[in-house]
C-alpha cells in the first residue's frame, strides 16, 4: 500500500483559486496513473482528474476548463490548480492512484476545500 498525502485546501470565495498539493512515498512514482477524487456530503466519491504515468490527462465535465493537474516526479507529487471556483466545488480532496489505474491508497486523509458564495 502506498501512502499519499493531499494538502492545500481552504476557504475560498467563488471565483477564487486553490493549488492542491499531494505528496506520494513511494519511488515507483513515476510509474503511477494518478487522480484527484472528492465526495462532498451526502454525495458519491468522484474523480475529478486523473493524469496517466505518460501525462496524459482526463477531467470531470463539471471542472473541465477550470481545474488543471500536473505531476513533478522527481517530487513525487501531484498537484490540482483549480481556478473559477464554484461552491459545489465544496468538497474533501483526496488523490489516489497506482500503476495501471490500480488505487494503492487508503482514503483517510483528504483535504478540505470550502468555496463561499
Known amino acids: 500500500q502506498e501512502q499519499f498525502v493531499p494538502s492545500g485546501g481552504g476557504l475560498v470565495q467563488r471565483g477564487g483559486s486553490l493549488r492542491l498539493s499531494c505528496a506520494a512515498s513511494?519511488?515507483?512514482?513515476?510509474?503511477?496513473?494518478m487522480g484527484w477524487y472528492r465526495q462532498a456530503p451526502g454525495k458519491q466519491r468522484e474523480l475529478v482528474a486523473a493524469?496517466?504515468?505518460?501525462?496524459?490527462?482526463n477531467f470531470a465535465d463539471s471542472v473541465k476548463g477550470r481545474f488543471a493537474i500536473s505531476r513533478d516526479n522527481a517530487k513525487y507529487s501531484v498537484y490540482l490548480q483549480m481556478n473559477s471556483l464554484k461552491p459545489e466545488d465544496t468538497a474533501v480532496y483526496y488523490c489516489?492512484?497506482?500503476?495501471?489505474?490500480?488505487?494503492?491508497?487508503?482514503w483517510g486523509q483528504g483535504t478540505q476545500v470550502t468555496v463561499s458564495s
Open positions: 489516489n492512484g497506482g500503476p495501471n489505474n490500480r488505487l494503492l491508497g487508503s
Open positions: 513511494g519511488i515507483f512514482f513515476r510509474f503511477y496513473d
Open positions: 493524469i496517466s504515468s505518460s501525462g496524459v490527462t
